[in-house]
């Protein structure tokens, strides 16, 4: 089978039409918010839970859970409740480690080991 050589442009609806995501799972802005805990607010809670009907992306950058308990102690529940992706890393805090393994969850496991 030979190549025609044409490049067919596809109108990107029918590109996402085709599956099964739909037009939503396209975002048109990110916004990057680092150390988040240190100016985060109501307000700002707010926008960030109407963003993603906008089509608008935000990643909070934070050193700690402890860091949005500063501002309120409701905030740690907020950011949970409306952060849907985790990147996590090490953490010296068990009480943070016991938050995020309740929020992400846990999981049975079976180990088989052959011997040969």
């Given amino acids: ?7 067919r442009r596809v109108p990107i609806e029918r590109q996402y039409r085709s599956m099964k995501v ?4 396209i ?24 963003a ?15 860091d949005f ?14 952060v849907n992706v985790y990147l996590l890393g090490r953490t010296n805090s068990a009480e943070n480690a016991e938050i995020i393994t309740k929020s992400i969850g846990t999981y049975e496991d079976i180990d088989r080991t052959i011997m040969t």
């Fill in 69 to 82: 308990e500063v501002v309120d102690p409701n905030m740690v529940k907020r950011v949970f409740d409306n």
């Fill in 1 to 7: 089978m030979q190549a025609s050589g044409k490049v």
């Fill in 22 to 25: 739909g037009l939503w799972a």
């Fill in 27 to 50: 975002i048109i802005a990110v916004g990057f918010f680092d150390e988040f805990g240190s100016y985060a607010n109501d307000k700002i809670m707010d926008v960030l839970a109407k």
């Fill in 52 to 66: 993603w009907s906008a089509k608008f992306g935000a990643v909070l950058g934070a050193q700690s859970i402890s």
